[in-house]
């Protein structure tokens, strides 16, 4: 069936290292994928996104990686700051018929940064 | 570019009684969506919006929840009659199109007693 999960639902790090979340998602048909920051008492912010087409993509101090043989997605911010203090959610889009825009989400992995 | 804007944020009402949300989506956004996100878990999506017509409502307990958009533009979730495991935060996102990135409003959080 459809299901997105991570790996690790807590994961703890000092401030200025790097951060790697990671996703395991089931739908291999699925073609675009999205990492989402949620703080609390907020709603989801985009962060990057990465279709099926490319392995990698980069954006400022974060990198998603997509790997299609073995169905699994992460998400590395590079000199984590305690800002980035919140819980992240992976989300594919299936695109199976009508549900073109349907987002699956995981259930979040929630990053905390020590000072 | 003003965000999706949701109202209230915050709702407590006991169960049995009825309760409605709004979300006015950013302008331009021809798709929106609500979602229902319980504690510890992911959104859940319950409606898809193409302008005014409904794309997707294979997960929206009909018996009790209800949705509209009738211009295209805002839109309302009501849930009438409410029950306890309806509390959860009440999220509407909108994009351009479907397919496109989806931008989150704050939501509106639910307290059923």
Known sequence: GESVGLHLPTLSVQEGDNSIINCAYSNSASDYFIWYKQESGKGPQFIIDIRSNMDKR???????????TVKHLSLQIAATQPGDSAVYFCAENPLLGNQGGKLI???G?????KP | EAGVAQ?????????????AFWCNPISGHATLYWYQQILGQGPKLLIQFQNNGVVDDSQLPKDRFSAERL???????KIQPAKLEDSAVYLCASSLLDLETQYFGPGTRLLVL
């Open chain 2, 71 to 77: 211009k295209g533009v805002d839109s309302t979730l």
């Open chain 1, 105 to 107: 989400f995981g259930q």
């Open chain 1, 109 to 113: 992995t929630e990053l905390s940064v």
């Open chain 2, 7 to 19: 109202s209230p944020r915050y709702k407590i009402i006991e169960k049995r009684q009825s309760v």
């Open chain 1, 58 to 68: 980069q954006g400022q101090r974060v990198t998603v990686l997509l790997n299609k």
